[in-house]
């Protein structure tokens, strides 16, 4: 394991253990932001504690956090991308499928990913052209998922209000974006598909995907990365699909089609 890899890991850990510490089965108060989404005490600390670790260990580095600066720092070749809790709604209401996502990227394009999910014990890892690990151990996608009988479609809850979709799959949707992309990694999910999502919710995972042999694009067809310096990304979202294999994927683009209304 690399040191960046290592320290990556490492901030994950740390994080996840502090956002446990907020966790209640009984849940916790939140703030609805002014894009209509949840905020909560431990998304705040968790943002803190991460940006903290990095500014001390790489001090050269920009960094972009759900929950801080959403615009793209120019002038550094290295930033970091940082959902310090995603899955809040399921964070505050009691339920265990949320967790941190942090990548680093060069150059606008992910080199690293770490993704934790506490109460799931659940730790994904990834380094461009090393491979992904869940748990540590070597993570490779295979296309058995898409014949299990009981396999399913993994979304979130926009996709049947904007989307029509025929797939021969079940529906699950988990409430974390982070963690929908990579059911598809794990083996457990056919496809996988987030209509609105910042690049914060999938920056990880398209790293994780990747490197476990999986696709993950638009749905439209443009490339998610790299990312423009001076860019605000925390208004700007795109439908992302993630797949097995590219032809998993193109028939899952082909079978999730918007609705002419948009839902």
């Known amino acids: 394991m690399s040191n960046n890899l290592d320290f990556i890991t490492k901030l994950a850990l740390e994080a996840g253990d502090l956002l446990r510490s907020y966790f209640s089965l009984q849940?916790?108060?939140v703030t609805v932001k002014a894009?209509?989404?949840?905020?909560?005490?431990?998304?705040?600390a968790a943002d803190a504690l991460i940006r903290q670790r990095i500014s001390e260990r790489y001090p050269e580095d920009g960094i972009l956090t759900e929950e801080g600066d959403t615009r793209y720092p120019s002038g550094h070749p290295t930033v970091w991308v940082v959902d310090p809790l995603d899955g809040t709604t399921n964070f505050s209401l009691g339920l265990h499928h949320w967790g941190v996502s942090i990548a680093r990227l060069e150059e606008g394009t992910p080199t690293l990913a770490a993704l934790y999910f506490p109460l799931l014990d659940e730790l994904y890892t990834a380094e461009e052209g090393?491979?992904?690990t869940l748990n540590g151990q070597p993570l490779r996608i295979t296309?058995?998922?898409?014949?299990r009988p009981f396999t399913f479609f993994a979304c979130c809850s926009?996709?049947?209000?904007?989307?029509?979709?025929a797939?021969?799959?079940?529906?699950?949707?988990?409430g974390s974006a982070a963690y929908n992309l990579v059911t598809v990694a794990r083996g457990s999910a056919a496809l996988a598909f987030e209509t609105t999502p910042k690049v914060w919710d999938f920056a990880a995972s398209w790293l994780i995907m990747r490197e476990a042999g999986g696709v993950v694009a638009a749905h439209t067809g443009e490339a998610l990365f790299p990312l423009i310096p001076g860019e605000d990304y925390g208004v700007q979202s795109a439908p992302v699909l993630?797949?097995?294999?590219?032809?998993?994927?193109?028939r899952g683009q082909q079978h999730i089609q918007p609705k002419l209304s948009g839902g």
Not at 35 to 44: F, R
Not at 143 to 147: L, S
Not at 242 to 250: E, F, G, K, T, V
Request: aromatic fraction near 6%; charged fraction near 25%; avoid cysteine.
């Open 143 to 147: 296309t058995e998922a898409e014949g």
């Open 167 to 174: 797939l021969p799959y079940k529906t699950r949707i988990l």
């Open 35 to 44: 894009d209509h989404t949840a905020l909560t005490k431990a998304d705040m």
């Open 130 to 132: 090393s491979g992904a």
């Open 242 to 250: 993630a797949a097995p294999s590219n032809d998993a994927w193109r």
């Open 158 to 165: 926009r996709t049947i209000r904007r989307y029509h979709v």
């Open 27 to 29: 849940g916790i108060g």
